[in-house]
């Protein structure tokens, strides 16, 4: 599987934007995707995660309200909504899979914890 991120850009404060995480190959749906951002000066951190089926999401707690993931497997595509985007959102967005759910979810805390496979990024810069 590979991963292509898009949908960054220039935003206003307050603003809204949806990335798009498109994956190739078949075998899509037997990975989880989660979605992590890093700020220019600071380590990567975890956003969110869609599990295989889409049926089930898991947020870092200071993410949640703000943003949503979805998926569509027909589509080979995840999506990351983003709303009421603060300046300090400002960031390189990567989408990651991964067969195993838990591994998304604590790769940021523990680095030994590999994920399999990482889209290169899409910036998001929000204005103020």
């Known amino acids: 599987v590979q991963l292509v991120e898009s949908g960054g850009g220039l935003v206003q404060a307050g603003g809204s934007l949806r990335l798009s995480c498109q994956a190739s190959?078949?075998?899509?749906?037997?990975?989880?995707v989660g979605w992590f951002r890093q700020a220019p000066g600071k380590e990567r951190e975890f956003i969110g995660v869609?599990?295989?089926?889409?049926?089930?999401?898991y947020y870092e707690d200071s993410m949640k309200g703000r943003f949503a993931g979805s998926r569509d497997n027909a589509k080979n595509t995840v999506y990351l909504e983003m709303g009421s985007l603060p300046p300090g959102d400002t960031a390189l967005y990567y989408c990651?899979?991964?067969?195993?759910?838990?591994?998304?979810?604590?790769?940021?805390?523990?680095?030994?914890?590999?994920?399999?496979?990482w889209g290169q990024g899409t910036l998001v810069t929000v204005s103020s």
């Open positions: 990651a899979g991964d067969p195993i759910l838990q591994n998304l979810v604590v790769h940021s805390s523990d680095k030994n914890t590999a994920v399999e496979v």
């Open positions: 190959g078949r075998t899509f749906s037997s990975y989880a």
């Open positions: 869609v599990s295989r089926g889409g049926g089930s999401q």
